[in-house]
């Protein structure tokens, strides 16, 4: 099964961004997802009158997860399913915290922060199942970073080893590269005595300098890189690409949205 998955943080609705606020971005969102035509969305900072503008654009599409105060009145990290190609057949969503199953936070998190998840299956074979995970990481304690991503990878691995299917991580980590985030995701090191070995889905470009991702409306190419695919090793990437160009002559998101090819085993 070949798939494309795009993960992009939508910068929650703020008045003060002016030119850049949301109102005046939702068609430029639009065109991204028309131009790469992904069978699997991942977002970060999505509100609901955020997500209704986005209906439009998103017509196949299923959407899950609930927002970080368990309801909708919060930010969401929602996964959109392509259901022409793909079947839902279960979700769910829990919080990074030490009470993962209700609304909490934890290790000094400036906010809630979650992790949605949905089990699916390709429309083709219906045998076949893929776990996928959209997150957003603290953007002030580091602490709840890593505590976090040991959660999540303690999940995935659960999961995976239970259901016996490939899984891919989107997100933002709030975490450049060189962060025990990132580097722990990826195997190189551990964390809390706990260890993973996930694919960075950018390793196919063989970069040593990787793509920004977070600009701040600049379009700057040399800014942070904090958004990320992870993929479990039965997943091999063939295309990676972060699509800095602006649509509709303007930046979709003061994050670049960051596009993935995929050949799952």
Known sequence: MDITVMSMNLRVHVKRDGVNAWPRRVSSVGEVIREHG??????????????????????????????????DQDEHCAIYVCSSVLSIKKSGQFWLSETPSVPSTSWDS????????????????????????????????QSAREHGAVLIASFLKSFTQEHQCPAILMGDLNSTPDNPVVQFLSGQQNLADNRVKLTDASVINHCQTRAATFHGFSGRTDGET?????????????????????????????HFPVIVGLGID
């Open 38 to 71: 992904p069978d699997i969305i991942g977002v970060q900072e999505a509100l609901v009158p955020m997500m209704d503008d986005l209906k439009i654009f998103l017509a196949g599409y299923e959407r899950v997860g609930k927002g970080r105060d368990g309801k």
């Open 110 to 141: 400036a906010c809630p922060r979650i992790c949605t998840w949905v089990l699916v299956s390709e429309n083709r074979v219906p045998a076949s199942q893929l776990l996928i995970l959209n997150t957003h990481l603290d953007h002030m304690s």
């Open 226 to 254: 904090i958004d990320y695919v992870f993929l479990t090793p039965d997943i091999h990437p063939f295309r990676f690409e972060v699509d800095q160009r602006q649509y509709l002559g303007r930046y979709p998101s003061d």
